[in-house]
Nanobody, 123 residues
């Protein structure tokens, strides 16, 4: 059982930065891969980035590659998403998810989900 809580969302102007955090419970946190997804009204939840458990390998959607960085600190049971050069199209609710499938890009590959945090990028 893993519980996830996102934080760090907010309102930012285009070109600005935000750092999202995903705090996880459980002593076996390092075993789980963690992904970030986002969902905008009228659209399906889409993959943003993922990081594996023990090795820390990462994967990114093409739309955020070079701008976003995913990282994890297993001593703090936390995964981060550093978002730079934000664009209005990045506006969405961002969710973190945990699962045992490494670097999965589909929602069905994750078993545990947070409640989401709103990111709004103004133009």
């Amino acid at each position: 059982q893993v519980q996830l809580v996102e934080s760090g969302g907010g309102l930012v102007q285009a070109g600005g930065s935000l750092r999202l955090s995903c705090a996880a419970s459980g002593r076996t946190f390092s075993t789980y891969a963690v992904g970030w997804f986002r969902q905008t009204p009228g659209k399906q939840r889409e993959f943003v980035a993922a990081i594996s458990g023990s090795t820390g390998r990462t994967s990114y959607a093409d739309s955020v590659k070079g701008r976003f960085t995913i990282s994890r600190d297993n001593t703090k049971n936390t995964v981060y998403l550093q978002m730079n050069s934000l664009k209005p199209e990045d506006t969405s609710v961002y969710y973190c998810a945990a699962g045992l499938y490494s670097l999965g890009s589909r929602t069905g590959q994750y078993n545990y989900w947070g409640q989401g945090t709103q990111v709004t990028v103004s133009s």
